[in-house]
């Protein structure tokens, strides 16, 4: 594969069923095998919503995409478990479900800073090995826990008489929404589980209001470099400096931020690390 000169980054709607893979793929097939298609951010094969898809050579933009916070709308269903924390697992029957103040009134103690357990069915490797591999041969593995952040966290409707409520959250990257919902069941003494999921937005500018079908992705067009990069910090070139740029050549500069995007008027040209009195760019574009 090649990056060709191509560089786009495009908002897709993921239907539920495929895996983000799958998603990739399908992509790839019509833009054709040659180009490299990427995403920021894995989304589970139920759950729905914004797929950040890099084409071309955008696919080098990943890694300042993927930490961003991400927003979701999900469904959760008190007083049953799974045995993989969505809809495809075992369900069981678990307790009565709980009071709309009752649940409200947990969702307090789950906001902000905290430890959170990864799944057992997750993509995380332990020991060189997926966990959702090593679980589905029914091995028992000291799952692996996390730090994340749940900035928002606020109950939208529910539960009704059947135990099913919908849920605002917006968290930081790496958080599981699905162990969020099995923590909130366990809380509430009944189980609990992620009924359906959907991703609404990634970062505060990326939302899924400005999604496509995923077979309608190009190599070109998408929602702009710029404002895919919009969360950093931009720093405008002149013509000489965006030809310095282009050829990886560093910029005197006191700017010692980690991270600059460098602009000029045809665009996003490099991202550039501050420091030592310049801005070297670390990813060219051009």
């Known amino acids: ?16 069923g495929p ?10 097939t019509g833009v054709g095998r040659s180009v490299r298609v990427g995403h920021a951010g894995t989304l589970d094969p139920f759950a729905t919503g914004l797929l950040v898809v ?3 050579r955008a696919t080098r933009l990943a890694r300042f995409l993927t930490g961003l916070d991400k927003t979701y709308e999900a469904q959760i269903g008190f007083g049953f478990t799974s045995t993989t924390g969505d809809p ?22 789950f906001r902000g800073e905290q430890e959170q357990t ?9 020991d060189g090995e997926r966990l959702y591999r090593r679980a589905r041969r029914g091995e028992e593995v000291a799952a692996p826990t996390r730090t ?39 809380a509430a003494g009944c189980g ?15 939302g899924v209001e400005d999604a496509c079908a995923p077979e309608e992705v190009r190599i070109e067009g998408g929602v702009g470099l710029e404002r895919a990069l919009g969360h950093l910090p931009a720093h405008r070139l002149s ?25 000029s008027d045809a665009g996003l040209v490099a991202i550039a690390r501050g420091g030592d009195g310049r801005l070297q760019p670390i990813v060219v574009l051009a």
């Open 1 to 16: 594969m090649h990056d060709g000169a191509a560089a786009s980054v495009w908002l897709v709607d993921k239907p539920a």
């Open 19 to 28: 895996t983000s893979h799958d998603v990739v793929a399908r992509i790839r």
């Open 54 to 56: 890099l084409v071309g």
């Open 88 to 109: 495809e697992g075992s369900i069981t029957k678990a307790g009565e479900p709980p009071g709309r103040e009752e649940v409200a009134a947990l969702m307090a103690r």
């Open 118 to 126: 990864v799944p057992s069915f997750a993509a995380v490797k332990v």
């Open 148 to 186: 994340v952040r749940i900035h928002e966290l606020e109950l939208r409707d529910g539960p009704d008489p059947s135990g099913r409520a919908t849920i605002h959250a917006r968290v930081s990257s790496g958080t599981y929404i699905r162990q969020l919902a099995a923590d909130l069941g366990a």
């Open 192 to 206: 609990a589980y992620c009924t359906a999921l959907r991703r609404t937005k990634v970062g505060s500018d990326l």
């Open 239 to 263: 013509p000489s400096e965006a030809e310095m740029v282009a050829h990886g050549r560093p910029l005197e500069s006191d700017d010692d931020r980690p991270e600059v995007a460098l602009v």
